[in-house]
């Protein structure tokens, strides 16, 4: 049987296949496969697949338009929690400790990272 790999997110839950991954670049949904924990729920595609997405993207000219990635918030006791996907943290080159600023754009919740002073 083969070993399942454990969650590097929250290091709980186990990353079971998933093919139905949706991201979404300028209105059209993409479905990627990849691996999802079975605990946080947070998702992993890997950099081939990645790399299929952005060619289609590039292909349909909608390549560098706004990439908007589908997360569910959790609850925890004081409040709601947000996880930044890895692959948008590490595009971003998030350390993890940075200040954000939060504004309520009608619906929309922008998330602007503030520069390190
Ligand atoms: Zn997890």
Redo the contacts with the bound molecule.
């Keep these: 049987m083969a070993r399942k790999r454990k ?1 590097p ?5 186990d990353l079971l296949k998933a093919d139905d991954i949706i991201s979404e670049i300028d209105g059209l949904l993409f479905v990627e496969k990849g691996e999802r ?1 079975d ?4 998702e992993f595609i890997p950099e081939e697949e990645g790399k299929r997405i952005i060619k289609v993207a590039k292909r349909l000219n909608i390549w560098g338009k706004p990439l908007r990635l589908h997360r569910k918030l959790c609850k925890s006791g004081r409040g709601t929690i947000l996880r930044i996907p890895a692959d948008l943290e590490r595009a971003l080159g998030l350390q993890g400790n940075e200040k954000v600023a939060l504004s309520k754009v009608g619906k929309k919740i922008l998330i602007e990272i503030e520069p390190s002073s």
């Design positions: 969650c997110v929250c290091e709980i839950g924990c605990n946080c729920a947070e």
